[in-house]
């Protein structure tokens, strides 16, 4: 573990604050008729932010966008990472379904202290609104991101 307290963890955070406040200014620097719409396209199983704009700005707000979720989703595992007195195979699991739960966590999380393994059961999206879950949210466009732009 490092000297400063999850120091990984709070880097990744700053850094996906970083790029949120940089996509931020760039969606304000535009103006567009269309605005902007959230959906959680069920058939596609996918949460859909829509914009309306350019081919060269839509795919830069995507790789952007993506950096945001990357890096969120990095302090996670950065975190389990750093509580870990093993931390070879650790992870941030992120289940819906509580029966899949114990053999996610199995050995992610069995190195860090039991009070944050508590914490991260009950982060979990089964606990908290499911596919609706910030958690999962956030789980689902890091998966999509690794695969394709987000859209």
Excluded: C
Excluded at 53 to 60: A, Y
């Amino acid at each position: 573990m490092s000297e400063r307290k999850l120091e990984g963890t709070w880097a990744k955070i700053e850094r996906a604050k970083y790029h949120l406040n940089q996509l931020q200014l760039d969606l304000g620097r535009h103006s567009h008729s269309e605005g902007v719409a959230f959906r959680n396209d069920l058939q596609a199983q996918q949460h859909v932010l829509t914009y309306r704009v350019p081919r060269d700005r839509f795919i830069h707000y995507a790789v952007v966008s993506g950096e945001v979720i990357g890096q969120a989703r990095s302090a996670l595992e950065h975190a389990i990472w750093e509580m870990s007195i093993s931390p070879r195979f650790t992870g941030f699991p992120v289940v819906q379904n509580p029966a899949h739960y114990k053999d996610a966590a199995r050995s992610k999380v069995k190195g860090i202290n039991v009070a944050a393994r508590e914490i991260v059961k009950r982060l979990q999206p089964f606990n908290n609104g499911g596919k609706d879950s910030p958690l999962w949210i956030l789980h689902d466009m890091w998966n999509t991101d690794k695969h394709k732009l987000l859209h």
